[in-house]
């Protein structure tokens, strides 16, 4: 395994699609953070957690194009069948792939978040989020991370074409986190909508509040609610808007997606062809 990892993170270090992420991540770090300065230039709301987590919005698809770009690499140079033949388990390739992208998706976030916090503490300083939040947050989004890179790497590991993966995983993270939304959307449905306000011989009648149709009750408000909670998409908008309902239930269910899907995809690796 080891041989593995250090051969895998040497070419991953040498790849220009990961450097580009890198530059591109640190880049995004340094925008934000002086968009939140000219915030406070401005007069605006500024605070260190403006814009902190916005790298949970865009961390799943720069995990899902590094994830399927190196697996497809060593399908189309033919690397897994080299450590195959060389004596390598296909479940230690496996987990060495899966190891790899989660610390690239992790290194890829992390480049993002230095510079930023740098800019934001230096002028806008200390946030007034409650640190309990703000690590609970941080440790969430962590975890969907993780449970990204378990579901992008069961997929570029089981397609062996490149371009497929990387269509593949990119369409499956649009579906996620548009799906994320939509069931965000619905829970965060009012009960009533405000009426309208009328007049009656020229003085203001209180407006009675009109039922929302959309408004989630019973069963069907808790199957939403862990439809939230399941889905990585869903963890990232709440992490991005700083409102992680759950945080617990979340943190299970991304450490139990991660090990679901890393399972499955190690057990259909081990017996597909390779050809």
Known sequence: MSNLLSAGFDRLFKNRLFQSVI????????????????????GLPADLSNALFSYSIFGGCVTAVLSSMFSGTEYSDGTIRNKIIAGFSRVDIYLSNLIINIISGAMAVVTYVVPYLVICLLTVGKSAVSINALITSALLSILSLMAFS????????LIT?????????????VGLFMFGMTTYNRIQEP???PGYQMFIDGEAVEPEPIPNPDYLTGTTLEVFKWLEDINPGAQSVQIFLMEV?????SACCA??????????????FTKKDLK
């Open 255 to 268: 450490g139990a997606v991660m090990v679901i899907f890393t399972l499955a995809g190690a057990v259909i």
């Open 161 to 173: 074409k490149k371009a497929a993966a990387a269509v593949a995983c990119l369409l499956l993270y």
């Open 245 to 249: 309902a759950r945080p617990v239930r």
């Open 150 to 157: 378990a579901i992008f790497n069961a997929v570029t590991m």
């Open 191 to 193: 009960e009533f909508y």
């Open 23 to 42: 530059i591109i991540m640190f880049a995004f770090g340094c925008c934000a953070g002086l968009n939140v300065l000219s915030d406070l230039n401005s």
